[in-house]
């Protein structure tokens, strides 16, 4: 059941400066869940139901936003935090004046189905990439990377023939860098999320012929739940993109379904692990019906059937029973 | 025996309302409150439908409500020709998407509360098809990524194929399988997507005295800096919001000074093709205009790149001008094989359109065009493709059942454990070719994947009964012992052991 939202926002500062000439407003603030920060949540103003500023919180749940001036007697924009796994309206902020140099806002999440982790969450380490990328275009990678990884898994799932609902996957970014040849820490991070999966990776700018550059990126995409002796191998993929510009589509779409149908494997794992064998009989027909759509996806040779069929055997057994 | 798409409408529905023409509408859907809710049913009386919703935008490109735009006018472009056809666009002009999502994660967003409107809306507006998407900033270019869901209505089985067996009240059905395609993603920048040649049009009742205007920006609250007739080429250069930037042709007469830039609405442009295909076509007119002289004849294979374009006739109906053999002339649109759009999906749609319409041929023209776009390991819509292929080969009748079982056969190596693939091609196998045991192996196939699949069930049930029933010269072939035997097997191993 999803809880009542409860925002509690505390209007800081506002006014002092003030400068009829400034063309931005400025917002700044905490993003906290029962006092932790948020990294990584979306923060998002409205003015009249249009985006007029976004920004990511940092590590400490901080963030900093500008917004255009108002531009007439409506003084009023609306603050969205965002961040899966929990629940936000909006807050609003009413302003006496055009605009104040520096208002402040915090805002306090709650927790969907009381889960305060990231539950069916894929989680993107920040890939590193060595040699002449600009930083910008790393960092640009890198922010849009979760969200095209996302809506892959997104139009792989909805492509599936399901009757019951598809399972509803998240993909973000990692709050802590993880090292790609730490698979401890990979797992160990995935774990403490209660994760889906933990995709890692890294690039290096290489010189191909002539005076052409490409990104040679490592992949890998290591699913956390286990059942039983039933577990899915690293899917570890390499790769050369063109270098300018670096688009993160061509990443998930070099990949095609792969990610998608490991994601969608990790869901089911992680299904089975939490009921513990306490699953009803239509739960286990929709994990069923789940990996034979999935399977329906697949090619004659695909990596994953192995372990897709054995889950499967091990649902028929339980319904057999 | 005869092939057919299941309609209970059927012959009625394409005689009595073949009148109605093709149309667009747009209707706000997203009021507050009622996400997902149209102010009323549009195109009630038109018999195949799809809505188009407004992109979802959630990283500000402000090019949701164009690109959808954009995509109902290539479908509505793609159909011209075929009456009884519509396309609703749901549209958002007050910001509700972005408030809606605005109070939740983009992901769970999309993944329930858009699709659910979408389904919803097409619920609504009783219509087959229901498209939707999302557009993204990827490393300075756009990544769109568009959905299609298809509906299937009480009263108009259009996935399902039915063969109908003579002199039996039996009728054997086989669906489809799949009711969501994932289409694949457009990217690229917003230059080389529709940085190109639109061609100026008056949409407006009342005409356009004055020609069509020109903005100093991309707002209608902008300058207006000159006019241009209908029908002149223009080069886009970008697309902002809803305004294209564009290139202005020499013998525009500024009435205002700019600052360089000219801007028009995309409502104002009519979206011709850039290149057009043709296929193995002898002794081709070639004109002086449109509808004009005949200059010459030729015989047409391949691809054109299109060097001017304009409408013609009482229907408005395409024509392109090409080179051929070094010179130019004008061909009928009405000859093209097939032609650029800028969503490729548009050629899938369209043979979803003159399939659930009864134009198997055509239909069928339409997704090899589209197959011929698709990455090629993109196996999962290829299969879908091909099934959709086969399916108007076989509705089409006559000789087309053993190219059509050859498609399915296709499919099946694309993706061998779908088992809708086995089913349909198990009514292939047993309308068009009489073979029972490839039909008995082709279900058993299917239930060997999933022994709950109920298409293959059905089928299964359906044929037991017909073997039983089996009494005339017609279907005497039923009548074996053998395939009953086998039958009632696969019957007592999965169907009854349920």
Redesign the interface.
């Known amino acids: 059941m999803k809880h009542s939202t409860k925002i509690l926002a505390f209007f800081g500062v506002a006014l002092l400066l003030f400068s009829p000439l400034a063309e931005c407003c400025m917002l700044s603030g905490k993003v906290a869940h029962d006092n932790v920060p948020i990294s990584n949540a979306?923060l998002?103003i409205?003015r009249?139901?249009?985006?007029i500023g976004?920004t990511t919180t940092l590590a400490d749940g901080s963030y900093e936003v500008q917004y255009p001036e108002f531009p007439d007697l409506v003084r009023v924009i609306?603050v969205?935090a965002?961040?899966?796994g929990?629940?936000?309206?909006?807050l609003l902020l009413f302003r006496q004046q055009a605009c104040a140099e520096k208002d402040t806002m915090d805002i306090e999440l709650d927790s969907i189905n009381g889960i305060t982790g990231d539950s069916n969450t894929i989680f993107i380490s920040d890939y590193k990439i060595y040699g002449q990328a600009q930083a910008e275009?790393t960092a640009?990678?890198n922010r849009?990377l979760n969200?095209?990884v996302?809506?892959k898994i997104?139009?792989?799932?909805?492509?599936?023939?399901l009757k019951s609902v598809?399972p509803?996957?998240?993909?973000q970014l990692a709050d802590e860098p993880l090292d790609l040849t730490n698979n401890v820490g990979i797992r160990q991070y995935g774990h403490s999320r209660k994760a889906l999966g933990v995709i890692v990776g890294d690039a290096e700018v290489v010189d191909v012929e002539g005076d052409e550059k490409r990104l040679s990126l490592l992949s890998v995409f290591t699913t956390i739940p286990i059942y039983r002796n039933l577990q899915i191998a690293q899917l570890r993929i390499e790769d050369q993109l063109p270098l300018s510009?670096?688009?993160?589509?061509r990443i998930a779409?070099n990949l095609?379904?792969a990610w998608a149908r490991q994601a969608v494997l990790s869901y089911v794992l992680q299904q089975l692990t939490d009921k513990k064998g306490t699953w009803s009989r239509q739960e286990l027909l929709s994990l069923n019906e789940l990996l034979?759509a999935v399977?329906?996806?697949?090619?004659?040779n695909d990596r994953l059937?192995e372990p897709l069929q054995q889950m499967i055997l091990v649902i028929d057994q339980e319904l057999d029973r | 025996m005869s092939m057919a798409r299941s309609s209970i409408l059927g012959v009625t529905l394409f005689l009595c309302a073949s009148s109605i023409a093709n149309a667009g509408e747009a209707l706000p859907c997203f009021a507050r409150g009622e996400f997902g809710s149209c102010p009323g049913p549009v195109l009630e009386h038109v018999a195949f439908k799809s809505v188009v919703l407004q992109y979802v935008d959630p990283e500000g490109t402000e090019l949701g409500e164009s690109l959808a735009r954009l995509l109902q006018r290539e479908i509505l472009e793609s159909i011209s020709d075929l009456p009884n056809a519509g396309v609703i666009l749901a549209f958002d002009r007050a910001g509700e998407i972005e408030s809606a999502l605005g109070k939740q994660d983009i992901n769970v967003f999309l993944q329930n509360q858009y699709h659910v409107a979408a389904m919803s809306i097409a619920e609504q507006q009783n219509a087959q098809m229901s498209i939707w998407g999302t557009v993204l900033p990827d490393g300075g270019g756009l990544y769109i990524q568009t959905f299609l869901t298809l509906r299937q209505p009480e009263d108009d089985q259009w996935m399902t194929l039915t063969l109908s067996l003579p002199r039996s009240q039996e009728k054997l059905t086989a669906s489809l399988g799949r009711s969501s395609v994932n289409l694949p993603a457009v990217q690229g920048t917003n230059a080389e997507l529709f940085g190109k040649r639109f061609y100026t049009r008056c949409a407006r009742k009342t005409g356009c005295p004055e020609g069509i205007e020109f903005h100093s920006g991309p707002s209608q609250d902008t300058q207006v800096i000159g006019y241009l007739p209908a029908g002149q080429p223009i080069e886009a250069v970008e697309l902002h919001g809803r305004w294209f930037r564009v290139v202005l042709p020499e013998r525009f007469k500024p009435i205002a000074s700019s600052e360089g830039d000219a801007w028009i609405n995309l409502y104002y442009l009519d979206m011709l093709a850039q290149d057009v295909w043709y296929s193995g076509l002898k002794n081709v007119n070639l004109r002086s205009r449109p509808g004009g002289e005949v200059i010459g004849k030729a015989d047409l294979n391949g691809h054109f790149q299109v060097l001017n374009a304009a409408r013609h006739g009482k229907w408005r109906q395409p024509w392109y001008q090409i080179e051929v053999d070094g010179s130019k002339a004008w061909v009928s649109g009405s000859l093209i094989n097939r032609r650029s759009y800028v969503f490729p999906e548009v050629h899938l749609i369209a043979g979803l359109y003159r399939y659930g319409l009864g134009q198997f041929d055509r239909a069928a023209r339409e997704f090899e065009v589209f197959l011929k776009t698709l990455p090629g390991d993109d196996h999962v819509t290829r299969a879908t493709t091909l099934k959709f292929l086969a399916i108007s080969r076989l509705a089409s009748g006559d000789l087309e059942g053993r190219r059509a079982i050859s498609l399915l056969s296709t499919a099946a190596k694309l993706t061998p454990y779908d088992p809708s693939v086995y089913t349909l091609r198990a009514l292939a196998n047993i309308g068009n070719e009489k073979d029972l045991v490839g039909t008995t192996n082709d279900i058993r196939r299917a239930l060997m994947l999933n022994r709950r699949d109920q298409g293959a069930i059905r089928l299964l049930e359906g044929l037991i009964s017909a073997a039983a029933g089996a009494n005339t010269v017609n279907n005497s072939y039923l009548k074996n012992v053998t395939f009953s035997r086998e039958l009632e097997n696969l019957n007592n191993e999965y169907v009854q052991r349920r």
């Open positions: 979306a998002k409205y009249e139901g249009k985006v976004n609306k969205v965002t961040k899966p929990y629940a936000s309206d909006g275009l640009n990678f849009q969200k095209i996302y809506h997104l139009a792989y799932s909805s492509n599936l023939e598809l509803n996957i998240s993909v510009p670096i688009r993160p589509s779409e095609k379904d034979i399977r329906a996806t697949m090619p004659a059937l």
